[in-house]
């Protein structure tokens, strides 16, 4: 019923109306969303944890009151006196729906535990940490010189190391003196360089040759990604990731700044959400890696603008309006507990700078992975996420723009759409003759029309379909003649395969029957049309700093972000996504801000190089560029309706047909296709 409550799945984005006192695990299994359970709803397992959200979701259209769910009942108040419930936190299978509610379901609830594909890619890095390891040998106490220890071991450092000016953490005197005479004046000290004045992080008695560990985080919209790095060896000893808990807020940067303008407290709510996050993220790489978190002395962090300022504490309302100031863009050194990160007491944390309102020390990163500044050719780098993040230039000049692509490209907006988790497809082909359809889904490298596939997916089942699936379907279904250059599906009569169905005014394709275990998948006109207004974002930024290069070519393409690495550039080249470019110049960077991150965790020299970089970096804002509505209508055809794409086309022959006819002819009206 329409006046039932509305209730909101986070991350899943799914949806429905449930009479009051449905539970909401029940809710959960009626709409697909992936919540585990497997005590029988009887409160035991806690499998089936969640958090529901309240105050003013304008996104959703929804004002979440606190009466929005049940009260505690005995069960939760069981469960939370013997094994303790995270502040916040709800069993789903005895709290029920009274009211609208927007609810998240937590990692470690799902079944289909999140891919965080930010892996962290091969790279030669010049090893020059800021923190390092000294022996030195202090002089004993003398009754006719005297002096403290801390003065002396200060001066061994200058006398055998000639380091100068060194000072020291307030937490490292209380036991400096019994690890002095422990070590018998021979101590090793932790010295954090780099920052000011070199500074005595930690010591240890007599020779330490352990390991010491930084982390390079990239801290995105969606996902959070982490490096744990031997900073000895530049060896990345763990990588892990899980979803930004800050989703329940708003998948899009846009919503969450306006849960912070709606709700008082929501940017402090959002703050404690992303810091709790990282000390999970931190303990989960730690104890994959078997070390102890207090060996985590440095840590460097990349993050857009938005989440730049709510993982400071600072308030992001005015990034959700022009002129979009920051509250500060330069980089930053602080001290990992200033921002409650549970890792070495002295830990420090550096921040690369950002770039601009909208072009954060993520780009900053990218660009020092990348290098566009010292490139010969002109490159475009693209950094594919909620929210694009565009360079174009060379060693002569360097532009940089943003552009809101949305969270299409990731799964959401999608009808059968899904974060990347094992039983999602992510790989689609087309026979351009039969309109059959065959995928490989994430988890198993068997296509779906390989003898045994069946049988290999049988415990994850096909359970929707993720960004880069949704992209290479809609692409292949562009080069089948499925869907014409404005976006419309045809018919079964026009198309001539019964996988195109009637969908209300419009078509869907069939791209999975389904089973009684797995729903059937289609790609319908409003999927489409949701790539379609990502994709028209993120090539008109690309051509508005064409514009200001006064260029029509660039000479090679680079796909960055844990997404770019899984598209072909052929697909993304189809849907018109990028600038037209010889297939071979178009190449994947893999997580390029996560590797940036970790050549500035590695190699303290390069903070100040990508400083200087960034205070030379040309920032253009779409938000006021005329022809950018002009580029972003021509960007809605696929490939683009007035730009020809004449490699694309020389390698890929588009077919020339329409379905915007009114009526059923078989093969549509045949036009002139302009891109």
């Known amino acids: ?365 990218v660009t020092l992975s990348e290098a566009p500044d010292k490139s010969e050719d002109l490159v475009l780098v693209v950094d594919v996420g909620t929210n694009a993040e565009i360079q174009l230039g060379n060693k002569n000049r360097l532009l940089a723009c943003s552009s809101p692509t949305g969270p299409a490209f990731e799964g959401a907006q999608i009808s059968a759409g899904q974060r990347a988790a094992p039983g999602a497809i992510e790989r689609v082909e087309i026979d351009p003759a039969t309109k059959e359809p065959r995928f490989r889904v994430i988890g198993c490298d068997l296509w779906s029309d390989d003898p045994g596939f069946s049988e290999a997916i049988a415990a994850t089942g096909i359970t929707g379909i993720c960004g880069s699936g949704i992209i290479e379907a809609i692409a292949e279904m562009r080069m089948a003649g499925i869907v014409d250059a404005s976006g419309l599906i045809g018919s079964a009569e026009q198309v001539g395969t019964q996988r195109c169905i009637a969908d209300g005014r419009t078509h869907s394709y069939v791209l999975w029957h389904g089973t009684e275990d797995s729903p059937r998948i289609t790609v319908t006109n409003p999927d489409i049309r949701a790539i379609q207004m990502a994709k028209a974002a993120l090539y008109s930024g690309a051509r508005l700093l064409m514009d200001k290069l006064g260029v029509d070519t660039v000479d090679r393409v680079v796909l960055a972000g844990a997404f770019g690495a899984h598209i072909s550039p052929k697909h993304a080249m189809v849907l018109g996504m990028i600038p037209d470019c010889a297939l071979d110049k178009v190449t994947s960077a893999g997580n390029a801000a996560g590797t940036g991150a970790r050549i500035a965790l590695l190699n303290s020299d390069t903070r100040a190089e990508i400083e200087e970089t960034v205070r030379n970096i040309e920032k253009i804002e779409t938000a006021i560029e005329p022809r950018f509505q002009e580029h972003f209508v021509n960007a809605s055809a696929l490939p683009n309706s007035a730009e020809p794409f004449p490699i694309l086309n020389s390698v890929v022959p588009l077919p020339d047909v329409s379905f915007n006819t009114g009526g059923e002819d078989s093969g549509g009206r045949r036009r002139r296709r302009r891109g």
């Open 1 to 365: 019923m329409d006046n039932d409550p509305l209730v909101i799945f986070t991350p899943s984005g799914k949806r429905g109306r449930f009479p009051a006192g449905t539970p909401v695990l029940t809710a959960a299994r009626q709409l697909g969303v992936d919540l585990d359970s497997v005590c029988g709803g009887r409160g035991i397992c806690s499998k089936c944890q969640v958090t529901p959200s309240y105050g003013e979701f304008s996104k959703h259209g929804v004002t979440v009151a606190p009466d929005a769910l049940s009260e505690w009942n005995a069960v939760e108040e069981r469960y939370d006196r013997k094994r303790g419930l995270a502040k916040g936190r709800r069993l789903g299978c005895q709290a029920t729906i009274q009211h609208d509610v927007v609810i998240d379901v937590p990692p470690e609830s799902q079944v289909h535990k999140q891919v965080v594909r930010k892996r962290a890619e091969a790279r030669d890095i010049v090893m020059n940490p800021a923190v390092r390891l000294y022996y030195v040998e202090v002089e004993e106490p003398d009754m006719h010189e005297p002096s403290g220890d801390l003065e002396r071991l200060i001066a061994a450092l200058e006398n055998q190391w000639e380091i100068k000016g060194v000072e020291s953490d307030l937490h490292v005197l209380p036991y400096l003196q019994p690890v002095l005479r422990k070590g018998g004046w021979g101590v090793t000290v932790a010295l954090h360089q780099g920052m000011g004045a070199p500074r005595i992080m930690h010591l240890w008695p007599g020779l330490y040759e352990g390991a010491l560990y930084g982390l390079a985080v990239d801290l995105g919209s969606t996902t959070i990604a982490a490096h744990l790095c031997d900073l000895r060896t530049g060896e990345v000893v763990a990588s892990s990731g899980l979803m930004n808990p800050q989703i329940r807020f708003g998948e899009d940067l846009m919503s969450r700044v306006s849960y912070s303008m709606m709700n008082p407290g929501g940017a402090g709510e959002m703050t404690r959400a992303v810091r709790e996050g990282m000390n999970t993220l931190f303990e989960q790489i730690a104890t994959e890696a078997g070390i102890d978190r207090a060996l985590i002395m440095d840590s460097v962090f990349v993050m857009n603008p938005v989440m730049h300022h709510l993982f400071l504490g600072i308030d992001a309302y005015e990034l959700g309006q022009a002129p979009f100031a920051l509250a500060t863009s330069n980089a930053l050194h602080l001290r990992a507990a200033d921002l409650d990160l549970e890792l070495h007491p002295a830990a420090r944390t550096y921040i690369l700078p950002c770039i601009a309102g909208h072009v954060g020390a993520d780009a900053a990163a």
